[in-house]
Nanobody, 128 residues
Framework: QLQLVESGGGLVPPGGSLRLSCGAS????????VGWFRQAPGKERQGVSC?????????YYQDSVKGRFTISRDNAKNTVYLQMNNLEPGDTGVYYC????????????????????WGQGTQVTVSS
């Protein structure tokens, strides 16, 4: 059974960078669709980025993070990363990674899927 653990959060000033890690156990993560989500205080959880299990498909990024965040896989380490550069105070929140098993013939974007395996979250605070 797949289990996910996030790490890499912290406190950074505006303009700083962080790399979040989503480490997996129990199953090879490269077969799963993986997404990063965040929840700011008092707000609903929102999707930030996601990556499919198909190597040639482009990842999805929420408009507010395009050009600043990069999602990537390291299959040897069974880990998905979220590199976050030029961080802004609006990026503050608890970041979660989540995964869903791809269904053959499902052509929906990874941003439209319901994820059913979740990590515990890691706090990211962007403040001077």
């Amino acid at each position: 059974q797949l289990q996910l653990v996030e790490s890499g959060g912290g406190l950074v000033p505006p303009g700083g960078s962080l790399r979040l890690s989503c480490g997996a156990s129990g199953s090879p993560l490269n077969y799963w669709i993986v997404g990063w989500f965040r929840q700011a205080p008092g707000k609903e959880r929102q999707g930030v980025s996601c990556i499919t299990a198909v190597y040639y498909e482009s990842p999805y990024y929420q408009d507010s993070v395009k050009g600043r965040f990069t999602i990537s896989r390291d299959n040897a380490k069974n880990t998905v990363y979220l590199q976050m550069n030029n961080l802004e105070p609006g990026d503050t929140g608890v970041y979660y990674c989540a995964a869903v098993w791809p269904v053959g013939g499902d052509t929906r974007s990874c941003r439209d899927l319901v994820y059913d395996v979740w990590g515990q979250g890691t706090q990211v605070t962007v403040s001077s």
